[in-house]
C-alpha cells in the first residue's frame, strides 16, 4: 500500500534562515508526489508536484523540493524562510493503485519567528 | 476565474441528522473529489466523481454518499450522523483524474452535537 510519513509535526526556523520540512513515501510503482500548504481556516493550496523528470521541483512562493529515489523522500525546501510561511504543510502521494486518489501524510506546522 | 466554492461554510447538527454539503468546481473541471480532515491530521479520501460517474471511494460507511450535477458541480450527503463525523470537509477539483493538480475549496466545518 502507498503511504507517506512526516515525521516532524511541528518544525521551527528563524526568519531569513533556509528551512526545510521532511517528507518519506513508501509506492509500489512510480511515485508521484505533491506538497500542499494550508493557512489557517482555508483550503489546502498547491505547491509543487514530482511526476518524473529532475530531481529538483520548483513551486509557488520560493518553494523547492527535492526528490530522492535512494532515500524514498521528497523534502520540502525554501533558501530563505518568512514570517508568512508559517502555515500547515502536507506531503501527499498520488495511489495509483485506487483511481488515483491523494494520500496524505499527517502534516507538519512550520513557524518562522521574527 | 473563481476558486473551487463551497456551501455552508459551517454547519452545526446534532446526532442522528442528515447532512448535504455542496461544491462547485472550477470552470472546466470535470473532476471533484471530498476529503475530510479531522483535527490534527491529514485529509481522508472519500469519493471521487468524474463526468458525472464515481471513480474512486474511500474507507468510508455507507451513511456517506455523494453525486455529480450535469453541470459538475457535486454534493456530499451524510445520514445518521455521529459525533466523530464532525470534521472539516474538503472538495477539491481537477481537469482530469489522473495526474492532474487537485484544486481545493475552502472547506465546509460541520460540528456534530
Known sequence: ?114 | DAGVTQSPTHLIKTRGQQVTLRCSPISGHKSVSWYQQVLGQGPQFIFQYYEKEERGRGNFPDRFSARQFPNYSSELNVNALLLGDSALYLCASSKGQGLNEQFFGPGTRLTVL
Open chain 1, 1 to 114: 500500500a502507498q503511504s507517506v510519513a512526516q515525521p516532524e509535526d511541528q518544525v521551527n526556523v528563524a526568519e531569513g534562515n533556509p528551512l526545510t520540512v521532511k517528507c518519506t513515501y513508501s509506492v509500489s510503482g512510480n511515485p508521484y508526489l505533491f506538497w500542499y500548504v494550508q493557512y489557517p481556516n482555508r483550503g489546502l493550496q498547491f505547491l509543487l508536484k514530482y511526476i518524473t523528470g529532475d530531481n529538483l521541483v520548483k513551486g509557488s512562493y520560493g518553494f523547492e523540493a527535492e526528490f530522492n529515489k535512494s532515500q524514498t523522500s521528497f523534502h520540502l525546501k525554501k533558501p530563505s524562510a518568512l514570517v508568512s510561511d508559517s502555515a500547515l504543510y502536507f506531503c501527499a502521494v498520488r495511489d495509483m493503485d485506487s483511481n488515483y486518489q491523494l494520500i496524505w501524510g499527517a502534516g507538519t506546522k512550520l513557524i518562522i519567528k521574527p
